[in-house]
């Protein structure tokens, strides 16, 4: 059974920082893209960033371009959110996902780990 874990949202002031991380389990990690998705009150679930299985040359979404670095260890089937000069707007639910290479849709999910940014 896949299991995606989030772990690290919480509540943090404007201009701050957080480190999210996604602990996965049921599958050959490593063989796998990942990513990281989020879903803000009342809207749509949107887009935040994407990695490639060799972790080089992430897409990000430009709302968070400069200020979020993705990275991923392979060790210990993990995936890392790191959320630096925190702005309101980022203020959702952030779910990490993992893709299999040749599809176009993510194939499984977290839960979700809750971010709120105050100001």
């Known amino acids: 059974q896949v299991q995606l874990a989030e772990s690290g949202g919480g509540l943090v002031q404007a201009g701050g920082s957080l480190r999210l991380s996604c602990t996965v389990s049921g599958l050959t990690f490593s063989n796998y893209c990942v990513g990281w998705f989020r879903q803000a009150p009342g809207k749509e679930r949107e887009f935040v960033v994407h990695?490639?299985?060799?972790?080089?040359?992430?897409l990000y979404a430009d709302s968070v371009k400069g200020r979020f670095t993705i990275s991923r260890d392979n060790a210990k089937n993990t995936v890392y959110l790191q959320m630096n000069s925190l702005k309101l707007e980022d203020t959702a639910v952030y779910y990490c996902g993992a893709r299999a290479p040749l599809n176009s849709q993510y194939n499984y999910w977290g839960q979700g780990t809750q971010v709120i940014v105050s100001s």
């Open positions: 990695m490639y299985l060799d972790g080089r040359n992430p």
